[in-house]
């Protein structure tokens, strides 16, 4: 069985930074693309940022996060991290981690004043 459990969320004021991590538990191989995607109230799913398997790992942002967050993963530990920076109200969402078919609960990232 694996599991993915984000942590890092929490409330930021505008302009702030914030760094997400998710680590996948059990037999869930390292040669997957691990991702994040966000979900505000009202809206769908959508993707914020991957990375591909490998030393050399492909990023992929949304375009309303290009130049403020960065993807990375540690393979050996199986884990995926966001680091966000210049934060804004915008951002406010659910942040989920996923790899394979697999999701993680999510996290919640709100950017207020």
């Known amino acids: 069985q694996v599991q993915l459990v984000e942590s890092g969320g929490g409330l930021v004021q505008p302009g702030g930074s914030l760094r997400l991590s998710c680590a996948a538990s059990g037999s869930i191989s390292s040669r997957y693309t691990m991702g994040w995607y966000r979900q505000a109230p009202g809206k769908q799913r959508e993707l914020v940022a991957t990375?591909?398997?490998?030393?050399?790992?492909?990023?992929n942002y949304a375009d309303s996060v290009k130049g403020r967050f960065t993807i990375s993963r540690d393979n050996a530990k199986n884990t995926v991290y966001l680091q966000m920076n210049s934060l804004k109200p915008e951002d406010t969402a659910r942040y989920y981690c996923?790899?394979?078919?697999?999701w993680g609960q999510g996290t919640q990232v709100t950017v207020s004043s």
């Open positions: 996923n790899t394979a078919w697999y």
């Open positions: 990375i591909s398997s490998g030393s050399g790992g492909v990023t």
